[in-house]
């Protein structure tokens, strides 16, 4: 309950106070990117529920040939604002909607697409558990996912082999362990590395 309650106020705090912020980006997709505003793709969440994740666009339209597909390590769909969304973690912001909703929470698991949920579906089962979250260990930990990705000359193996199994192990420690005082330290943890960039 009470991380719950620490989701509701913080997430809608965040909305209103963020709220210039929020505007200011909307404008800045709108004029210098033709299509939507938003990326908004299915989710799995808490107890195997789908929920419409929300993110700000940061590709080229011209670059989706499929949309909310996930193509690990290319960089090339990323706009120049994209880029910079992206650095500052900026394209998440929107999630605080899904924070408010109880889709997710500040701190937990990143929620997958439906594919890698059925690539490792016994250790999902345990994951899914609790909320997905904006931030946890495994996002500090692969903070550079796509520039490690991007480096692979078949990133779509070396994330399905490689980096979900690494973060489903954060994600099953996190499921079994989770307190609220180690919520406040991820969250502390991750403003320190986006403000130090």
């Given at each position: 309950?009470l991380?719950?309650?620490f ?17 200011s980006?909307i ?17 799995v ?59 997710m929470?500040?701190v937990?698991p ?14 999902w ?8 979250g ?9 903070r ?17 082999n ?15 362990q ?20």
């Open positions: 309950m991380k719950r309650l989701d509701v106020c913080f997430s809608f705090l965040g909305l209103v106070i963020l709220s210039p912020l929020f505007l980006i404008a800045l997709i709108f004029f210098t990117m033709q299509g939507k505003v938003f990326f908004i793709q299915p989710r969440g808490r107890g195997g529920q789908i929920f419409q994740f929300y993110k700000f666009r940061t590709m080229c339209k011209a670059s989706l040939k499929v949309e909310g597909a996930f193509n690990p390590g290319d960089k090339s769909r990323i706009t120049h604002l994209g880029k910079l969304l992206r650095k500052y973690k900026l394209d998440e912001l929107p999630q605080l909607y899904n924070v408010f909703k109880g889709d929470s500040l937990g990143r929620p997958e697409t439906q594919e890698w949920i059925n690539a490792y579906p016994e250790q089962e345990i994951v899914l558990n609790v909320r997905p904006i931030t946890d260990n495994a996002s500090i930990e692969f550079n996912e796509e520039d490690i990705l991007a480096a692979c000359e078949n990133p779509a193996e070396i994330y399905r490689v980096i979900l199994p690494k973060k489903l192990e954060y994600y099953t420690i996190y499921a079994k989770h307190t609220f005082l180690r919520d406040i330290l991820i969250i502390l943890k991750t403003f320190i590395i986006i403000f130090s960039k």
